[in-house]
Nanobody
Framework: VQLQASGGGLVQAGGSLNLSCAAS????????MGWFRQAPGKEREFVAV????????YYGDSVKGRFTISRVNAKNTVYLQMNSLKPEDTAVYYC????????????WGQGTLVTVSS
């Protein structure tokens, strides 16, 4: 599985962005898909994950209630809708894939930069 993230950009605080991650390969629906982020000088942080079927999602505490992860398996795409953005959401956002039932993410996209201005 190869992943290509897009949709990042500059937005004012309180605004919204929708990130996309397009995956290649015919086994996309077998993978759980996650979003992570890394701000300058900080460790990578878990943002959200959606199970292979799309029915189960989990979020990091810092984004819960503001971000929504979704997927369309027919389009091999996972999305991250980000609302009520804050300056502290500024980071490079990465999508990642792990085979369903596994713990480790084995496939990573190249990242897309989100900058939230105050």
């Amino acid at each position: 599985v190869q992943l290509q993230a897009s949709g990042g950009g500059l937005v004012q605080a309180g605004g919204s962005l929708n990130l996309s991650c397009a995956a290649s390969g015919r086994t996309f629906s077998s993978y759980d898909m996650g979003w992570f982020r890394q701000a300058p000088g900080k460790e990578r942080e878990f943002v959200a994950v959606i199970r292979w079927s799309g029915g189960i999602t989990y979020y990091g505490d810092s984004v819960k209630g503001r971000f929504t992860i979704s997927r369309v398996n027919a389009k091999n795409t996972v999305y991250l809708q980000m609302n009520s953005l804050k300056p502290e959401d500024t980071a490079v956002y990465y999508c990642a894939a792990r085979y369903s039932g596994r713990y480790d993410y084995t496939h990573w996209g190249q990242g897309t930069l989100v900058t939230v201005s105050s």
